[in-house]
Structure formats: structure tokens, C-alpha cells
């Protein structure tokens, strides 16, 4: 079962980011009601910090808008929400989908 955490809401409304702790001790860190998340020892692993403070790091970047955030778009409903390096293009994009980067605050990423 996963407990909730912490929970963040943009400043816009649109988006939720949420952190929750399983049973077995395992962090799952995710934008609600989106399939794309990741895991406290994955952030840890690659930033050779450990899993609280990849945890915060991460949590920071993107709530104070220095990480950049990918939406999916199809027919105008967003499909799926995920932390991106960079705006680059959707490789894997069908013909009606769009992707969208911006920050946490909702200012595009120009």
C-alpha cells in the first residue's frame, strides 16, 4: 500500500506531484493520475546522493520550476505527464498527439 507523503499542486491547478512511501520502505515519486514515475533510489543512483536528499533535490528543481515538464496531449486531453532534460521532439509521437514543455509554474519552455 502506498502512504502518502507529500503532495504539491501547481500554481496553475493543473497538475499534482505526489510523494508516497510503500509498505516495503520503497519512495514512488509521480505527477497523479499518470502513469510516469520514479523512485527514490533511482534518483539517488544517479545523482550519488542518498535517497532522501536525491528525493528533496528533485522535488525542488521541479516545484521552484528548474526542471522541465512534458505533457502528451490527444484530441486536447492529456494522455501523460513526465520530467523531462530537455524539449525535445517525441520520437515515439503518433500523428494526433502534441507535447507541450513547460515549468512547474506554467511558463513554457522557450
Known amino acids: 500500500m502506498l502512504h502518502l507523503i507529500e503532495e504539491h ?3 496553475d491547478g493543473l497538475l499534482t506531484f505526489k510523494i508516497g512511501r510503500e509498505d516495503s520502505g ?4 509521480g505527477f497523479d493520475g499518470y502513469s510516469w514515475h520514479t ?4 534518483l539517488a543512483e544517479l545523482s550519488g546522493l542518498g535517497e532522501a536528499e536525491a528525493m528533496r533535490q ?3 528543481e521541479l516545484v521552484s520550476g528548474r526542471a522541465i ?3 502528451a496531449r490527444v484530441g486536447g486531453k492529456i494522455r501523460d505527464v513526465w520530467v523531462v ?3 525535445l521532439p ?3 509521437k ?4 502534441t507535447f507541450e514543455f513547460r515549468f512547474w509554474d506554467g511558463r513554457p519552455v522557450t
Not at 26 to 29: I, M
Not at 39 to 42: L, R
Open 94 to 97: 503518433t500523428d494526433d498527439e
Open 39 to 42: 523512485h527514490a533510489d533511482i
Open 26 to 29: 520503497d519512495y514512488c515519486l
Open 90 to 92: 517525441g520520437k515515439y
Open 58 to 60: 528533485f522535488v525542488d
Open 85 to 87: 532534460d530537455g524539449p
Open 69 to 71: 515538464i512534458a505533457i
Open 9 to 11: 499542486q501547481s500554481p
